[in-house]
């Protein structure tokens, strides 16, 4: 059963001011996978049921009964439906439209915190237990296969994974639907709909993810990148009454949704995972009405005028006032030749849980010196033989936060080799074998490792901005008061000063790791993304 809070008597009253009444027979469907956004359903009388249907069966997920509401987050994203829902009862219910809906808990405090809290309950559970409306079948010698899943999992869309190398319910349906190892990855979307060896963007457009986004329309700001800074940005853009888009080459999250633990994070004493933390804050700026747009890529920014124009990959723009860029940065890849034919086949810049069960019981080599590295050696730690840490210097005093330091050197199943970096890699079909030299003695080392995860200093994905604001020499975006130093500078073209976070550009804006000088801290991110939209509230007042 899915997490259901009981509605009282003066909260269904409240709700029906916003809702109509329906009455419902015995098996009547109500909604279907694939359905534009579904209504939300408060059971006054009877039961419904809702139903996964994937790679040809129909599975019961849970059943709602009286003073119980149907729903899950695409109620609040404006998806289309994943399941399906059914009366098995005659009754009588109130039914919710998903516009409704969010102008509903805009005005209600209370029944805010219940309906956001039981969706995101029930959306992780759902993730947990894939149940939903797509069935994955890969191999672990399939790249495409690890970034379909890392791109759906990151999404927050349930799905199950079956693995032709060691799942036999993946042999039963290649010959079910007459398919074959050459179609890997395979993705199984609403029963019987067959996508082969698809990219996270085909993904996205079959099952509709961007859809319900109006590319005519002209907004206040748009967020270019998903990380912790963009949606902190769009949290606070969308609060303040903002029509603000986001738009995203992959899946929300940005470097910190790789992260299995962060525990400096202020208010989490715990810690939290980054995919957790992305996950809260996409429900949250939706909820304020912002638009997340995933698995698609920026690719020009026309600023010879105001309105601004983002161009997409496929050509579509989009018009703006203003932008906030909040692009990331990116692992530094090994200088290897054959770095990116290994990739998802050994080589890993994330170290989540789905990473983590590839190589348990496994040794395992973590390259870098920084927090990501340091908390990808302690998480795999828990899971893999042991855990070799590869760093360029001859310390991590500089790097790293003392805690992890600690916990590094306190660990028997780490080790840390300094002043070392990898210089050959081999295997196959999959990694295999990887060569490193330890600088200060001059010597090399060949072992039998199969898993190496690079967490490498990060450069910028900014080549499309060169032309139209100031960069540093290695490419991170100038802001405010630095424009003056920049690599290549712009000229300013106002009479006023720009503002703190302000490129080279009016009305352009940079925060989180894309910007020259950052501090590389999630929590400073947030924070660059919440100052951010006072910035951009003047910026939108001089127009």
């Given at each position: 059963m899915l997490y259901s809070p009981v509605l009282n008597s003066e909260q269904i009253e409240r709700i029906r001011v916003v809702s109509k009444l329906r009455s419902v027979q015995h098996?009547?469907?109500?909604?279907?996978?694939?359905?534009?956004?579904?209504?939300?359903?408060?059971?006054?009388?009877?039961?419904?049921?809702?139903?996964?249907?994937?790679?040809?069966?129909?599975?019961?997920v849970t059943t709602y009964s009286a003073g119980q509401f149907s729903g899950e987050l695409v109620m609040i994203s404006g998806r289309r439906s994943i399941y399906r829902c059914r009366a098995i009862e005659e009754g009588v219910l109130l039914q919710i439209s998903a516009r409704e809906l969010r102008i509903l808990i805009e005005k209600d405090a209370e029944l805010c915190d219940i309906f956001m809290m039981t969706y995101l309950e029930r959306r992780l559970l759902l993730r947990e237990r894939g149940e939903g409306n797509v069935v994955v079948i890969g191999s672990l010698y399939s790249s495409n296969s690890l970034a379909i899943r890392e791109f759906l999992t990151r999404d927050g869309h349930?799905?199950?994974?079956f693995d032709v190398d060691f799942d036999e319910m993946a042999q039963v349906l290649l010959r079910r639907f007459d398919l074959s190892l050459d179609d890997i990855p395979i993705v199984?979307?609403?029963?019987?709909?067959?996508?082969?060896?698809?990219?996270?963007?085909?993904?996205?457009?079959?099952?509709?993810?961007?859809?319900?986004?109006?590319?005519?329309?002209?907004?206040?700001?748009?967020?270019?990148?998903?990380?912790?800074?963009?949606?902190?940005?769009?949290?606070?853009?969308?609060?303040?009454?903002l029509d603000v888009?986001?738009?995203?080459?992959?899946?929300?999250?940005?470097?910190?949704?790789?992260?299995?633990?962060?525990?400096?994070?202020?208010?989490?004493?715990?810690?939290?995972?980054?995919?957790?933390?992305?996950?809260?804050?996409?429900?949250?700026?939706?909820?304020?009405?912002?638009?997340?747009?995933?698995?698609?890529?920026?690719?020009?920014?026309?600023?010879?005028?105001?309105?601004?124009?983002?161009?997409?990959?496929?050509?579509?723009?989009?018009?703006?006032?203003?932008?906030?860029l909040a692009t990331g940065a990116q692992y530094n890849k090994p200088a290897l030749f054959n770095v990116d034919f290994f990739a998802g086949r050994g080589v890993y810049y994330n170290a989540t849980f789905m990473e983590a069960h590839a190589c348990a019981d496994e040794r395992v080599i973590v390259i870098g010196g920084g927090n990501s590295a340091g908390q990808a050696a302690v998480f795999l730690a828990q899971s893999t033989k042991n855990v070799q840490m590869l760093v360029r210097s001859g310390?991590?005093?500089?790097?790293?936060?003392?805690?992890?330091?600690?916990?590094?050197?306190?660990?028997?199943?780490?080790?840390?080799?300094?002043?070392?970096?990898?210089?050959?890699?081999?295997?196959?079909?999959?990694?295999?074998?990887?060569?490193?030299?330890?600088?200060?003695?001059?010597?090399?080392?060949?072992?039998?490792?199969?898993?190496?995860?690079?967490?490498?200093?990060?450069?910028?994905?900014?080549?499309?901005?060169?032309?139209?604001?100031?960069?540093?020499?290695?490419?991170?975006?100038v802001s405010g008061p630095d424009l003056e130093?920049?690599?290549?500078?712009?000229?300013?073209?106002?009479?006023?000063?720009?503002?703190?976070?302000?490129?080279?550009?009016?009305?352009?804006?940079?925060?989180?790791?894309?910007?020259?000088?950052?501090?590389?801290?999630?929590?400073?991110?947030?924070?660059?993304?919440?100052?951010?939209?006072?910035?951009?509230?003047?910026?939108?007042?001089?127009?």
């Open positions: 098996g009547e469907i109500l909604y279907n996978q694939n359905d534009p956004t579904p209504p939300v359903f408060v059971v006054l009388s009877g039961q419904i049921q809702i139903l996964a249907l994937a790679a040809g069966s129909e599975k019961i349930p799905f199950i994974y199984i979307c609403n029963i019987d709909n067959i996508l082969r060896n698809p990219s996270p963007q085909d993904v996205a457009s079959y099952l509709g993810f961007n859809e319900n986004i109006d590319d005519m329309e002209i907004r206040d700001v748009i967020v270019v990148g998903a990380g912790p800074a963009g949606l902190s940005a769009a949290v606070y853009a969308a609060s303040e009454g888009l986001v738009i995203e080459k992959g899946a929300p999250g940005g470097q910190a949704g790789s992260s299995s633990k962060i525990e400096n994070y202020l208010g989490f004493p715990t810690g939290l995972s980054g995919h957790e933390l992305a996950a809260r804050a996409i429900a949250q700026a939706e909820k304020f009405g912002a638009e997340i747009m995933v698995a698609r890529t920026v690719k020009r920014l026309n600023c010879d005028k105001r309105l601004y124009v983002v161009s997409l990959d496929d050509g579509q723009e989009i018009h703006c006032r203003t932008i906030v310390t991590l005093a500089q790097t790293m936060s003392r805690y992890l330091i600690r916990r590094i050197e306190e660990n028997p199943l780490i080790r840390v080799c300094y002043s070392s970096e990898i210089t050959k890699m081999e295997g196959s079909r999959h990694l295999e074998r990887v060569t490193w030299m330890d600088k200060s003695k001059g010597a090399s080392s060949t072992e039998l490792i199969r898993h190496v995860f690079v967490m490498t200093g990060a450069s910028p994905d900014t080549d499309w901005l060169s032309d139209c604001v100031a960069l540093d020499g290695k490419g991170f975006v130093k920049a690599q290549t500078p712009i000229p300013w073209p106002l009479s006023r000063q720009p503002h703190m976070l302000e490129t080279s550009l009016p009305g352009v804006f940079v925060i989180g790791d894309a910007r020259s000088g950052n501090v590389k801290r999630v929590a400073s991110a947030v924070g660059e993304g919440s100052i951010v939209i006072s910035l951009v509230h003047d910026a939108l007042a001089e127009r």
